[in-house]
């Protein structure tokens, strides 16, 4: 029989190697040795993710909704983020074992700021932290497991511990520039929605052509058409079209100045909806580096049209949009009942 000294030796003991373990992660839960990864991984405690990579770095930050630090402060694209983090939450340990020199190496389980190592060691360091920069999860995320079917998981081990973990899930998808993380769709009208637009001349600030709509569901018209011209409707239809998924692909420097852009001759496009909403497009000069991409600036505004009382009822008003800025940060302040639970 045990008698009661050897018992409570044995729960000390116990709970020395408990802290022990847990202290070798150095953070978040202590994994289990067979099932999830983290025991509990407090996805609405993180306020700021980084990672850190050979090809490149991101830092993201939450304040009343998330945004691409190392972008300018630029909104981030919300829904990358939370899929992002609901597959860490979830992960599953396939099995571990201890690292060594050899494994490190050949698993890309190299910390990317280790400069003796070569680059083809290295991982993708990955810190997560609460809004007072504890840290929440320290992980370096190496080379990803195939299998047959397509599946496969991931090699990953904490950043201050020795365990290799082969989990069930892949982080290919995980982005190391930081343009791929910001909101891309800055503007989304389809062309239905559109009841005039303008080209104004940057120098003259005089309309070098315009078309409107007489009423919904009708075809544009073009005003001051000259008598000897043909619409060309396919161009006119595009042209209305133009903000259907209007989304950019990068941001510039703001260091460069309007001239480095175009906008100080950029031609203003200026679209008008039915429901009072005004939104304002810059073309600029094609980007030096790829000319197949251009700079441009967008303004938005609001103006209830004074001629129909009935669909200026119906308009979006400014508090409305400030009740929608509103609930878009509350939506970003907690993640998901999915995310949550």
């Not at 000390?12 to 953070?27: D, E, F, K, M, P």
């Not at 001349?201 to 709509?213: C, E, G, H, L, W």
């Not at 460069?256 to 175009?262: F, Q, S």
């Not at 409305?320 to 939506?331: F, I, L, N, S, T």
């Amino acid at each position: 029989a045990m008698n009661l000294k050897t018992f409570v030796i044995l729960l000390i003991v116990c709970a020395i190697l408990g802290g022990a373990a847990y202290l070798s992660l150095n953070t978040g839960k202590q994994p289990k040795s067979a099932g999830k990864l983290f025991d509990n991984l407090a996805v609405n405690d993180i306020s700021a993710i980084r990672i850190n990579a050979p090809e490149g770095s991101v830092s993201l930050k939450k304040g009343d909704i998330w945004l691409v630090e190392s972008r300018y402060n630029f909104p981030a694209n919300f829904s990358m983020i939370t899929e992002f983090l609901l597959k860490l939450k979830d992960l599953k340990i396939d099995r571990s074992f201890k690292s060594t020199e050899e494994t490190l190496s050949r698993l890309v389980l190299r910390s990317p700021e280790d400069k003796e190592k070569p680059d083809n060691q290295k991982g993708t360091h990955l810190v997560l932290e609460d809004k007072d920069k504890k840290i929440i999860a320290d992980l370096i995320l190496g080379s990803t497991r195939e299998t047959p079917s397509g599946g496969g998981g991931h090699y990953l081990k904490f950043a201050k511990d020795d365990t290799i973990y082969l989990v069930d899930k892949n982080f290919r998808f995980l982005d190391k520039e930081s343009s791929k993380w910001i909101d891309k769709e800055l503007i989304k009208a389809s062309a239905d929605d559109v009841e005039s637009v303008s080209c104004i001349d940057p120098i003259s600030k005089s309309v070098v052509y315009a078309f409107r709509r007489p009423e919904k569901g009708k075809d544009p018209e073009m005003l001051n058409m000259p008598p000897d011209r043909n619409l060309a409707k396919p161009k006119v239809s595009s042209l209305f079209s133009a903000l259907a998924s209007f989304q950019c692909d990068d941001l510039a420097d703001p260091s460069k100045t309007i001239a480095d852009t175009g906008m100080d001759m950029a031609r203003m496009f200026e679209f008008r909806l039915f429901d009072g909403r005004i939104y304002r497009i810059y073309p600029g000069k094609a980007v030096a580096e790829s000319p197949e991409k251009y700079y441009f600036k967008a303004d938005a505004g609001f103006a209830a049209p004074p001629d129909k009382p009935d669909d200026a009822s119906k308009a979006e008003k400014p508090e409305d949009k400030q009740k929608k800025e509103a609930d878009k940060k509350q939506k970003q302040a907690e993640l998901s009942e999915q995310t949550a639970a």
